[in-house]
DNA sequence: CTAACTTCCTTTGATTTCGAAGTCAAACGG
DNA sequence: CCGTTTGACTTCGAAATCAAAGGAAGTTAG
């Protein structure tokens, strides 16, 4: 696992924050300063009001260690994830870990303005209402359904996202909110979360969300890949089928067009069987539908056709599925199946193919972790003072 | 670009080594040491006998920088790129550049011991041949036609190599040779050749190596992507096509056992036209062989086939089509041309898509520059003295 | 209970690294 | 020519970092 830099005063907080060090001992040991430094540096981070002591922790053999942990006024992050037809919106602490949680209907296709002036103040007040009107807001993370540049921060040519095309998100957000503003695609988020939450030993993951779409997020090296902003994209590989669909993005034959949510409700509802969200056809599945299981089966396998080929060129350590579909067993085992099946020996000894860990919340999480990762700059502004 | 740690003296080596930087000011500016540090490294660099001064270089306006550069006695590698029946063999100094290079015909097949002593024997004649008895050797690196552990140094279960099983051919050479070994699959040899020779600005790199078999090397964030050493393999993707072919992986339809090299021999030798080696199909195509351009040309396009979907997920600045089959236009051009059209406009829109600039000695290049990245060891040894 | 050991943290002087000012050697421009 | 400017190093005191020793506060074993 890889952040930012590994010594300056915020590794010693990233490392606190995640739970890996409790202690200044700790921190000596995982950042590879000198205990003498360590102290020096906890002692100016405690003054500054980011860490706080909290009583003594469990003796290891000798002397007790005098627990860290992260204050309260350190402050805490703003987090949307948006989806097409509703919002997730959290406060999160430095860590990542929600202190508050609500949802918020909003049609994405009203254009970026009128959504992100929405989401941003309901953030403020969903802060507000849980009594966190004195903890300072660091940053403001937005997990959006389309690809992200990473480089300008825009969306860039989405397909479901009527408006938002080359739209300066970030300074937008970064703007209206007064902090530095993250935006990031809400697989890749996925992945993060998932990576940092679940996984944090693995350096090399693939996560696919299977939703109304299919998104996928790739860690590499303990840290996001996002190529140009594309990366990831797994639904638009052609693949083999009888009847012949088009696609959105001009092809024939994409697996979106065939495996997503939105395909399967479609089919589906040829069968007058009307489906609105992506969780019906689980629970479809889940209640022994025949025409349900049948789709969800064929999607499965070819998703898993396509993941053979990306497994075998990647290596990960672990494919995690995710997403409101991934609750469907069926479709689980039947990607797990062909990916066994198919790939190379040498691809499957040691990968493990698993379901969502951190769940609902993989993209805040995620976003969370990103803005600390990111955090370097304000630390080392409040520390100056 | 980036390779191992950014400070210390060997960041130094490597930076005058790369011919990033040629004086103490340039030191500083790329390796954000303060100027003073730098003179004092650079002092000691010197004293130990591993950077040479070498009178004034140009003047930008003021004082002009006194040049450094590596001195012949700062050492060299010793590195072999092994093919099935032969190998190419070459002295290189620490910036990766070959002093001497020579063939040598082995047949692979014979087992590790009798290759690897007459490749380690042949490698110090070589060396002792153009006059480098006096160049301390600091590492020898070897390229082999199959995936390596990156943990162990073991080639694990490969098609081509029998008797290399599991053979622990990092710690043989080693062994043997008495320096450190670099042991890595060539393909990803050519991918770390032609990102640091040819694209050293480009952070995410797909190099396709198109000979006898087809390999994959990956480039991400700037260092070689190894996966658990299985990383980049494409050859055994399934594809569609009309006949079915068995692959040696046990599976129907792999790209390899269509598109490769060997492949293309065997259905040429169908038509009656006996192809040795993978050039010689060049030579066929050059001449306007009707059966061989219609047989590169369905090649080109079951390869580009499959690199779509990979460009979509991965999403690399370039593509590079390297080996002996990349000399044939009909191939390069067709496999060009899938991906223009069957891929994302996002992950074309700036996708270079080229043939190998880095040519035949791709490998030793990249066996050298990966040498280089793990010579911290030998250099703070040398300087600790 | 005491003595020995462990672990955590701080103290202390030595070392490294930095940064700002100074020196050097060229190009430039009257 | 001779100052001025520019960039390449050097010098030197200040600051950061370290490594080693010491003190603090436990556990463990007899």
Chains 1, 2 share one sequence.
């Not at 049948?294 to 898993?304: D, K, P, Q």
């Not at 919340?361 to 700059?377: E, P, T």
Request: proline letters at 5%; aromatic letters at 2%; one cysteine or more.
């Amino acid at each position: 696992m890889r952040t930012s830099r590994d010594d300056g005063p915020a590794a010693l907080l990233r490392l606190v924050a995640t739970g890996q060090a409790e202690s200044r001992a700790e921190l000596a040991r995982l950042s590879g300063l000198a205990p003498s430094s360590v102290s020096l540096r906890v002692e100016q981070l405690i003054e500054a009001g980011l860490f706080a002591e909290e009583g003594a922790g469990a003796s290891r053999g000798g002397r007790r260690p005098r627990r860290l942990r992260l204050a309260r006024q350190a402050g805490a992050f703003l987090v949307a994830d948006l989806g097409a037809h509703h919002a997730r919106l959290s406060v999160v602490d430095l860590a990542g870990a929600p202190l508050a949680l609500d949802e918020l209907a909003c049609d994405i296709a009203v254009g970026p303005e009128e959504t992100l002036t929405a989401v941003i103040a309901s953030l403020r007040s969903l802060a507000h209402a849980h009594g966190l009107r004195d903890v300072p807001v660091r940053g403001v993370g937005i997990g959006l359904p389309g690809p992200v540049d990473p480089a300008t921060g825009q969306v860039v040519s989405p397909s479901r996202m009527p408006g938002w095309n080359d739209f300066p998100v970030r300074d937008f957000v970064a703007d209206h909110a007064g902090v530095p503003a993250l935006i990031e695609n809400d697989a890749n988020l996925m992945a993060v979360g998932e990576h940092r939450h679940s996984w944090p030993a693995l350096d090399n993951l693939m996560v696919v969300k299977l939703g109304r779409g299919i998104g996928c997020g790739v860690i590499v090296d303990g840290r996001l890949h996002r190529g140009r902003g594309a990366a990831g994209d797994i639904s638009h590989v052609r693949i083999l089928s009888e009847a012949t669909v088009d696609c959105s993005c001009g092809h024939p034959d994409c697996l979106e067009a065939h495996a997503s949510g939105a395909a399967l409700a479609a089919a589906l509802g040829a069968h007058g069987i009307e489906v609105e969200r992506p969780a019906q056809i689980v629970d479809l599945v889940t209640d022994g539908v025949p025409q349900a299981t049948s789709a969800v089966r064929t999607a499965g396998r070819l998703i898993g056709d396509v993941l053979t080929g990306l497994v075998n060129f990647f290596n990960p350590d672990a494919l995690v599925i995710g997403g409101s579909l991934s609750e469907a067993e069926t479709l689980v085992s039947t990607i797990r199946g062909v990916i066994y099946e198919r790939c190379l020996p040498l691809a499957t000894r040691n990968l493990e193919i698993a379901t969502s860990r951190a769940g609902r919340d993989a993209c805040i999480l995620g976003a969370g972790h990103l803005l600390l990762d990111r955090s370097d700059a304000w630390i080392d502004h409040i520390l100056d003072r």
